[in-house]
């Protein structure tokens, strides 16, 4: 597959959670209300959402048997001082 997109409303690393880092395995699955596909941490850590678009293109290829997709964190890219916090990219490889 290899699609490539990133987090929207991405969550920085606070003490004790361990720093994120490239290449840390990340589930994507349907967000707790449906809506917006949403990325987890393999210790269970809520990362970000999917902007919409990329969300819908891929959650069609969720199904009941195959209800999260695979992939990992492809880059971290930081924003400039007291805007937010950076982009988290990842890279979709495979379902289930």
């Given at each position: ?49 999917l902007p919409p678009a990329e969300s819908e293109a891929l959650s069609g290829l969720l199904t ?33």
């Amino acid at each position: 597959m290899g699609v490539l997109t990133y987090l929207t409303d991405a969550t920085e690393s606070h003490p004790g959670e361990g720093a994120l880092c490239v290449g840390d395995p990340v589930v994507l699955r349907q967000g707790r209300r449906g809506g917006k596909l949403e990325a987890w941490s393999a210790n269970g850590r809520r990362l970000g959402a999917l902007p919409p678009a990329e969300s819908e293109a891929l959650s069609g290829l969720l199904t009941g048997d195959n209800d999260r997709l695979r992939g990992h964190i492809a880059a971290l890219v930081p924003r400039p001082r007291l805007t937010g916090p950076g982009r988290i990219h990842i890279r979709v490889i495979e379902q289930g």
